[in-house]
């Protein structure tokens, strides 16, 4: 590990210890400690975040929120694998919308979900490459005692599980309401994604849930026993059952994914899976419709972990718990200090064969002067420790 220790970061302490480490003959660190605010540095960080949401087939879009650790690995004439540590939050669209996180709206303070990313950008600049080979995020809901230690009098919604059949009531209830307004086409709840509940003027139920189209139209209501072998999800609704007495207010707006039907270019879109491109040569990438993906990438190359509010778990006497365990992430591609090569040749055109150095992910402790960067919602309930 002494061998990972930048000099400059490097304590009295540490240095002094490492020196008598046998790795420290091997030589300097070949990695860069980065500035969190750097311009290139947010640019790798936003197209990493949009590389993840667009591998994830669930949950909502996460968006930046502050660049939390950076390093950079120039490999030798090859461009840089960046080491990225990423704060991030959940927005309001979900992943199958495939709406890039700066266009999604965050969520209110009190219902908001966030947490860290790691992930491994690959960039290339003159080949205008920008590849994540491995990510791993941990989220966890905003702590309720803290937002009500904070305003004890606004009780916002609580999260509520989503079998509790009055959050499935909300869910149903609030799609017929949509079905009965729509002129032809009707759609059927495929998953409950989140559910909160609050008491407004009686109990009161809020949920989204993914929908799929119904093969049934309306005019053939009750005569329709067709079933769909179609499953995809299309759209997100958002809906709410209040309850005052015996009366129920029903609330409900959807919002339908843009249809991902295979273009005449479909294969491309298969190749382009794997990588980001600079959106401004995107239209000069067509040539990469001959490319094979190799089967490395295929599979998802990462994953996200929701783990529970951070105060629920915890017993009242316990420690605060150290940002290794608040928001455990591990992204580790080797283990070797020396590292592994990873080919990325797939991400090239011609027979050349490409292969990066993966080093193990710098630890926390590693960190630059320049870190974290500014944050886009800076309220410490929702930055990890
Ligand atoms: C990502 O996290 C999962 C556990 O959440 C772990 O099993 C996996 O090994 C991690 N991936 C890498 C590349 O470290
Ligand atoms: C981050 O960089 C921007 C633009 O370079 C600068 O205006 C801003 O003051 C910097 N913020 C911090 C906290 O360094």
Not at 35 to 58: E, H, M, T, W, Y
Not at 215 to 244: F, H
Not at 334 to 363: C, I, W, Y
């Amino acid at each position: 590990m002494g061998l990972l220790l930048p000099l400059a970061l490097c304590t009295l302490a540490l240095c002094w210890g490492a020196v008598s480490l046998p790795q420290q003959a091997l030589g300097p660190s070949p990695l860069l400690s980065r500035g969190c605010n750097d311009s290139d540095v947010l640019a790798v960080s936003g197209f990493a975040l949009q590389d993840i949401n667009r591998d994830r087939k669930d949950g909502y879009v996460l968006s930046l929120n502050r660049v939390s650790n950076a390093w950079e690995h120039r490999q030798d004439g090859l461009g840089s694998l960046f080491y990225l540590t990423l704060d991030v939050l959940e927005t309001d669209c979900h992943v199958l919308s495939k709406k890039a996180w700066k266009d999604c709206g965050l969520r209110f303070l009190h219902e908001s979900v966030y947490g860290q990313c790691k992930v491994m950008v690959y960039t290339n600049m003159p080949h205008r490459v920008l590849y994540s080979p491995a990510y791993n995020c941990t989220l966890r809901p905003v702590s309720h005692r803290k937002i009500v230690d904070m305003c004890p009098d606004c009780p916002g919604p609580r999260p509520t599980d989503s079998s509790d059949p009055r959050v499935l009531e909300a869910a149903t209830e609030s799609l017929a309401k949509y079905n009965s307004e729509s002129t032809s086409k009707q759609y059927s709840l495929l998953k409950i994604t989140r559910a909160s509940s609050q008491w407004v003027v009686g109990p009161s139920y809020f949920v989204e849930y993914l929908v799929k189209e119904s093969p049934c139209t309306k005019s053939q209501a009750g005569s329709c026993s067709l079933r769909s072998s179609d499953s995809e999800p299309i759209g997100l609704c958002t809906g709410s059952l209040v309850q005052r007495d015996l009366e129920k207010f029903v609330s409900v707006t959807c919002d339908f994914f843009e249809t991902q039907a295979p273009a005449p270019g479909g294969e491309k879109s298969a190749v382009n899976k794997g990588r980001v491109n600079i959106p401004e040569v995107q239209e000069a990438q067509g040539e990469h419709t001959s490319l094979t993906v190799s089967p490395y990438k295929s599979g998802p190359r990462g994953s996200v972990q929701y783990l529970p509010d951070l105060d629920s778990e915890k017993p009242k006497n316990s420690q605060e718990k150290g940002p290794q365990e608040a928001f455990p992430v591990q992204l580790d591609l080797t283990t070797d200090p020396q590292g592994e090569t990873l080919d990325v040749s797939f991400l090239f055109l011609g027979p050349m064969e490409e292969k990066l150095v993966v080093l193990p992910f710098p630890r926390e402790e590693q960190r630059s002067a320049e870190c974290p960067g500014p944050a886009q919602e800076a309220s410490a309930l929702v930055l990890p420790p």
